[in-house]
């Protein structure tokens, strides 16, 4: 079977910079080594002028230059038209198309068979884009979203948030399917005593990073030597500079870390070396940097918005609490990093739930199957 996998995804596999693009990473890496699978990976890549091919993973890479203006307000027309020119080329017997974007747009307006994957909700997402181009990129997010979903036959859902939620725009089928840790993850030794929060996510006022800040100065006065490490990529520099002023005020620049981008190797380094992982954003679907945690048996605090509660039980592998409540924050974080046996009772029990659930090579075999009954019930034999 040929499958081509429509998503983000830098030119440099060991740079991933979000959680879309490493779910595309390890369910390729888990899929590719199947000999009835002859997978290539289709990026729309504004890091190139020109189309460029590698193999990587056992799979076939193939960027396409990227619309660098307009993008969302044009409907991502010039990349949809590359991309159904790549899939021409390419002849694949089913598109795996990722996002509700221009991505799915070019797979259902190829003709070939296609199920996509819902990462995220848009419509909630874009709320805080600010100003009139703000207003318009919501507009034309939300117009697209709405219509690629009006389309979809076949979708993967990564949390029941998720299915839930797109099922009033969609009359397609759908399949849950987990977002895939890489599996160097299951295998790695990590420690649990050095009183570090971390945090991953993109530096954007969706993330509610701010918030986070706020509460490491209420647990500091309870757990003095509390440290906050946050990890991603700048997105919205006047946020960033809004966190980094707040850090100043509040007198935390000797305990908490702003370091932006990091490489895979940095980032696992920085999951094995913390205490508890915790995420404040006002929606989310299902976070892969959460499952992540999980797997390497780190307790969570995050907000329970979106599909975070899907993934993280309270009380149980982690604390949930209100979007911008940061009292409730530094009480979560405070309770988690001050008592030993709470933290290995809640990453053990968090440990056994991804290791249950979060595994690539289950993912793929899902997949896969999903793909066959999909071109089945287009009349192909695959």
């Not at 307009?70 to 159904?84: A, E």
């Not at 198309?97 to 909700?121: C, F």
């Not at 009772?345 to 793909?371: Q, S």
Request: glycine share 8%; proline share 4%.
């Amino acid at each position: 079977m040929r499958v081509a996998m429509l998503g983000n995804f830098p030119l440099d596999p060991e740079k991933i910079p979000g959680g879309v693009e490493a779910v595309i990473r390890n369910l390729a890496m888990a899929m590719a080594p199947r000999d009835d699978i002859d997978l290539h990976l289709v990026v729309s890549s504004p890091e190139t002028n020109r189309n460029l091919t590698k193999s990587y993973g056992g799979f076939t890479i193939h960027y396409l230059p990227g619309q660098r203006r307009l993008g969302v307000l044009t409907g991502h027309y010039l990349d949809r038209k590359r991309l159904r020119r790549a899939l021409r080329e390419i002849k694949p017997d089913i598109v795996h198309a990722h996002g509700t974007g221009g991505y799915v747009a070019a797979a259902q307006e190829s003709g070939i068979p296609t199920v996509l994957t819902v990462h995220g909700i848009r419509f909630r997402e874009v709320v805080l884009f600010g100003g009139i181009v703000g207003w318009l990129r919501q507009v034309a997010t939300i117009r697209q979203e709405r219509r690629v979903l009006a389309r979809a036959r076949f979708v993967f859902v990564i949390a029941d948030y998720v299915g839930k939620t797109i099922a009033p725009m969609s009359h397609a089928k759908q399949f849950a399917i987990a977002n895939p840790v890489a599996d160097k993850y299951f295998a790695m030794e990590t420690t649990d005593r050095n009183r570090t929060v971390l945090s991953v996510a993109a530096v954007q006022p969706r993330k509610g990073i701010i918030h986070l800040v706020e509460a490491m100065a209420l647990v500091r006065r309870k757990v003095p030597d509390a440290r906050l490490k946050l990890i991603g990529k700048l997105l919205i520099p006047e946020y960033g500079k809004q966190v980094q002023d707040r850090i100043a005020e509040l007198g935390l620049t000797d305990c908490v870390e702003m370091v932006g981008f990091v490489t895979d190797e940095e980032l696992q380094q920085a999951f094995t070396g913390c205490s508890v992982f915790a995420l404040c954003s006002v929606e989310e679907s299902s976070p892969v940097s959460i499952a992540e945690a999980m797997t390497l048996g780190k307790p969570v605090v995050a907000t329970a918005v979106g599909g975070v509660p899907d993934l993280v039980a309270d009380g149980a592998t982690g604390h949930l609490v209100k979007f911008g409540d940061v009292q409730a924050i530094a009480d979560a974080l405070t309770a988690v990093l001050a008592d030993d046996d709470l933290r290995a009772r809640m990453g053990a029990a968090a440990k056994a739930r991804a290791h249950r659930d979060f595994r690539p090579a289950a993912a793929a075999e899902r997949t896969i199957a999903v793909y066959r009954q999909v071109l089945s019930e287009y009349g192909v034999v695959s």
